[in-house]
């Protein structure tokens, strides 16, 4: 809801400054969501005449312009625009201004030699319009040396508030103002217009054939003239984003805004007989305002007339007996609608429009009679003509409701004691009638206030107005001791588990839970009882016996439209039996084709086992497994390449496995590969020891530089890397930090049977500086435990 400062001003006596009305507004409900004051924006920009404009002498398209801006001296301004000439008025911006649509700022400067000391503005510099082939040429009498923006009409603050759906009331300026008074930010101005007599006998019948409408008035006013509306009006709709249309447009809107009372005019020329409100059936065609062709459902609000269906009642009217330039008698509608049925037809047509929004919301009941009168009189002002008697069909609906007021219960439910003088002055400036009976404030709601229903309602009107800010904070009750975690262990560690596989460049995925029988298969033995008794389909027939069931056919899926290097992940369940215990929890990824991260030092290049397996361990820290202490085995299951895949464990208990997939997997599934893929069993993972004042801090720098030195051993050929590395690690763990593999070699350098293996150790001093001698120590340990542990011979 948007409106200008000034409009509210029509309604409310105030010299309350703009900041305390936003600071008001938000602190009773009516949250300011943001003030634009064009007044403010524009304060530099003047009114200017131009003088004389000449030809540039460097320049065929330039004028070289002096311009008076009424500060008693000519001003040199070059300017390129195709209408500068002399004796134009315009809008002119002296040096330091800042340009709207830029944010630039105005400087001196020299155009093709020649100094210019300003600008003359088009209408999209100042973000008027889109207009920008030429400067604002503004009329004859236009004052020089005035402020463009009061002169326009632009300085006037436009606030815009958000609104909740219970407040219809405050969808017009009034009862913004009468929030306002309420919290003795002014006088609320009355409203009381003089009913205009009826000049002549109503011309039709309005008969109304449907409970949605209680209320239909139709009042003719003849000979009238429907020109532009006067300036003061369309500035008014120009500020809050309408455009000006006709004066007889423009009124119904300007009531809309300004009470939420919306209103239609109807062409009387163009109407065919009397009017009846009936619903709508399904197929009636209706051409609206907006100039689209719509087909009704059937029981929406339809206005008809002899010829047919003339307007969607609170919604839009029709372009068949719409007003224009040309109308001189017209049809001036006031209704009633059943908001829900106004809901249901914009959403089953989707408009939008103004009357649907006040209308859906439900609009003053009471008010119908009395807006005939206000927009009688303002078209007899605007427009001329002469009204006649007006038609009123159906009655006002019953609004009335009677509720009470115990003053204690405001202290009670909103933690404030206010005086219950004060509650009574706040609920009659809010239009509640009060009266004091055995103690309790007995209420009648105004008929605008739709929304307060119970003695709850009268609480929260009193304590917004009071003000929400002085109701004070109160933490909750809580029970003694911690409250137990919302998310448990396991819960927590398959966060940072899918966390950690997302930050390596995997996208998740969630598969179906079942698969084909010949898939599952493929990864192991499926037994009796995990077989579907009612599939989805034939596809779906078995519950997965791993992950790896489900995701490798997506690789293909992939793969079949045209996305081949794909890298992807699911943490979910994998089946062993159908006992409530027969099935693991397991993070599983796949990396196909060249799904690894490209950097600087190279292209792509194809994925390989290591690559799963780096995934993998990534997933067992996040999921708080001893990284540090996993042994490599090369029992992975018959599903990956026996020769390219590994099993992560610690002792017997197995935590992952990874590599290559099989050839014959890839070739069942219509894979082309290579494709990699790891299996990290969550469920198998230790939790985490932790005893009192053991915990190690995150980061420990040493002030010493480290030192590196380079081992080669001669093994035997079956013996693993993996067993050098750990018993160079465990040879002085306060000084060995790392242990790295650079080299494996096997040739004709080295017997046959054997490899060489070449460790690069990594000795991190903690206390001092390492000398010749202790270095010398600590390599004669990593060499001894090396051959201890594995028959290695160290190589010269």
């Not at 209706?286 to 003339?310: C, E, H, M, Q, R």
């Not at 034939?538 to 439209?561: I, Y």
């Amino acid at each position: 809801m948007k409106f200008t400062l000034s409009w509210l001003k029509t309604h409310l006596d105030t010299d309350a400054p703009l900041e305390r009305i936003t600071d008001t507004l938000t602190a009773l409900g009516l949250e300011v969501e943001g003030v634009e004051d064009r007044g403010r924006e524009l304060a530099a920009f003047r009114i200017a005449h131009v003088v004389s404009a000449e030809k540039h002498p460097n320049a065929d398209k330039l004028r070289l312009c002096m311009v008076d801006a009424g500060t008693g001296a000519l001003v040199q301004v070059v300017c390129g625009a195709p209408n500068a000439r002399a004796g134009m008025k315009t809008v002119f911006a002296p040096p330091g201004t800042v340009i709207p649509v830029s944010g630039d700022t105005l400087k001196i400067g020299a155009i093709r030699g020649v100094e210019s000391r300003g600008m003359m503005c088009s209408e999209r510099e100042l973000k008027l319009s889109d207009e920008h082939n030429g400067i604002i040429d503004l009329p004859a009498d236009a004052p020089v040396g005035a402020s463009f923006a009061e002169w326009r009409g632009l300085s006037d603050p436009v606030i815009e508030i958000a609104l909740t759906p219970d407040r219809a009331d405050c969808a017009g300026v009034r009862g913004i103002a009468r929030d306002l008074a309420a919290a003795g930010l002014g006088t609320l101005k009355p409203l009381a217009p003089a009913p205009v007599p009826g000049r002549f006998p109503a011309p039709l019948r309005v008969s109304l054939d449907t409970p949605d409408c209680p209320q239909f008035a139709a009042r003719v006013i003849r000979g009238v003239s429907n020109g532009p509306s006067p300036k003061w009006l369309q500035d008014q709709l120009v500020a809050v984003g309408l455009r000006p249309i006709s004066a007889l447009v423009d009124i119904t809107n300007f009531f809309s805004l300004d009470q939420a009372r919306p209103l239609h005019v109807f062409d009387a020329a163009k109407l065919r007989g009397n009017l009846s409100l009936r619903p709508t059936a399904a197929g009636d065609r209706f051409l609206a305002l907006n100039g689209k062709d719509y087909t009704l459902p059937a029981g929406l609000i339809g206005i008809y007339d002899d010829s047919g269906l003339v307007s969607l009642a609170g919604v839009m009217g029709g372009e068949s007996t719409g007003v224009t330039e040309t109308t001189t008698d017209v049809v001036l509608e006031v209704a009633l609608f059943d908001p829900v049925k106004i809901a249901e037809a914009g959403r089953a047509l989707q408009v939008t429009s103004d009357a649907r929004y006040r209308f859906e919301r439900g609009v003053d009941p009471a008010g119908v009679a009395a807006a005939v009168e206000q927009a009688t009189a303002m078209i007899l002002d605007l427009c001329g003509g002469e009204a006649g008697e007006t038609v009123m069909a159906g009655a006002e609906p019953a609004w009335q409701r009677r509720l009470s007021l115990r003053p204690a219960r405001v202290a009670h439910l909103g933690g404030v004691d206010v005086p219950e003088t004060e509650q009574v002055r706040i609920l009659t400036a809010l239009g509640f009638g009060v009266s004091r009976q055995d103690g309790v404030l007995a209420c009648t709601a105004p008929s605008w206030r739709r929304d307060v229903e119970g003695e709850a309602d009268l609480v929260e009107e009193v304590l917004r107005v009071h003000g929400f800010d002085h109701i004070p904070a109160t933490p909750l009750p809580r029970d003694v001791g911690a409250p137990k975690p919302a998310v448990d262990a396991r819960q927590r560690r398959t966060g940072l588990v899918r966390r950690q596989m997302a930050a390596r460049g995997l996208l998740e995925t969630v598969t179906w839970s079942f698969v084909a029988p010949e898939v599952a298969g493929l990864f192991g033995s499926v037994r009796p009882e995990l077989t579907l008794l009612n599939p989805i389909s034939a596809d779906m027939a078995v519950m997965r016996p791993g992950l790896l069931a489900t995701l490798l056919p997506a690789v293909a899926r992939n793969a079949a439209k045209g996305f081949p290097d794909v890298g992807l992940f699911e943490v979910g369940a994998a089946f062993r039996d159908g006992s409530e215990t027969g099935q693991d929890l397991v993070a599983a990824g796949v990396r196909a084709g060249a799904a690894v991260p490209r950097t600087w030092t190279g292209g792509s290049r194809a994925v390989d086992a290591f690559d799963a397996k780096a995934d993998a361990i990534a997933a067992l820290e996040a999921a708080g497994a001893p990284a540090a202490n996993l042994q490599v085995t090369r029992d992975a299951a018959a599903w990956y390449h026996p020769g390219r895949s590994g099993v992560l464990r610690l002792g017997p208990t197995v935590l992952a496995q990874f590599g290559e997939v099989h050839p014959a997997i890839l070739e069942a599934l219509d894979i082309t590969g290579p494709v990699v893929a790891f299996e990290v069993m969550l469920d198998a993972v230790p939790a985490a020891k932790k005893k009192p004042g053991t915990a190690k801090p995150l980061l420990v720098l040493s002030p010493f530089q480290p030192i590196q030195r380079d081992f080669a051993f001669a093994v035997a050929a079956d013996v693993e890397s993996d067993r050098l590395v750990k018993a160079a690690k465990g040879a002085d763990k306060q000084l060995v930090s790392d242990v790295a593999v650079f080299d494996v070699y096997q040739g004709e350098r080295i017997e046959a049977g054997r490899k060489s293996i070449a460790l690069s150790v990594t000795l991190q001093p903690q206390d001092k500086t390492l000398t010749d001698t202790d270095i010398e120590a600590v390599a004669g340990k990593i060499v001894a435990a090396v051959m201890k542990a594995t028959g290695a011979t160290l190589r010269t």
